[in-house]
């Protein structure tokens, strides 16, 4: 079985942290780019992180510093660490898989993705 499945979220205060998982199984888990896309309400979805196959990531300027993605490829795991946590974080998570072993930004790209999980960060 082909799958992405995600896990952690939820409602954290402003300036507090969170990390979410997301779990492969079914294909060659170090190949492919996996990334983070969020959406929030009447927003377009945007990648917010994404880590090559190589383990060299990038971060939307948004979440610089702030933001860290990595994988462990014994788990068969990518991991986002969220700090320092602002309301504009608010948004549907998900993670996905791109088609290449690169980043491209483009939810496009990307032919498999997790269920999504909220973050909602709110006083």
């Known amino acids: 079985q082909v799958q992405l499945v995600q896990s952690g979220g939820g409602l954290v205060q402003p300036g507090g942290s969170l990390r979410l998982s997301c779990a492969a199984s079914g294909f060659t888990f170090g190949y492919n780019a996996i990334a983070w896309f969020r959406q929030a309400p009447g927003k377009d979805r945007e990648e917010v992180s994404c880590?090559?196959?190589?383990?060299?990531?990038t971060n939307a300027d948004s979440v610089k510093g702030r933001f860290t993605i990595s994988r462990d490829n014994a788990k068969n795991t990518v991991y986002l660490q969220m700090n320092s946590l602002k309301p504009e974080d608010t948004a549907m998570y998900y993670c996905?898989?791109?088609?290449?072993?690169?980043?491209?930004?483009?939810?496009?790209?990307?032919?498999?993705w997790g269920q999504g999980t909220q973050v909602t960060i709110s006083s």
């Open positions: 880590i090559k196959s190589n383990g060299v990531s």
């Open positions: 996905a898989r791109n088609v290449n072993y690169y980043c491209s930004g483009s939810a496009s790209h990307c032919d498999l």
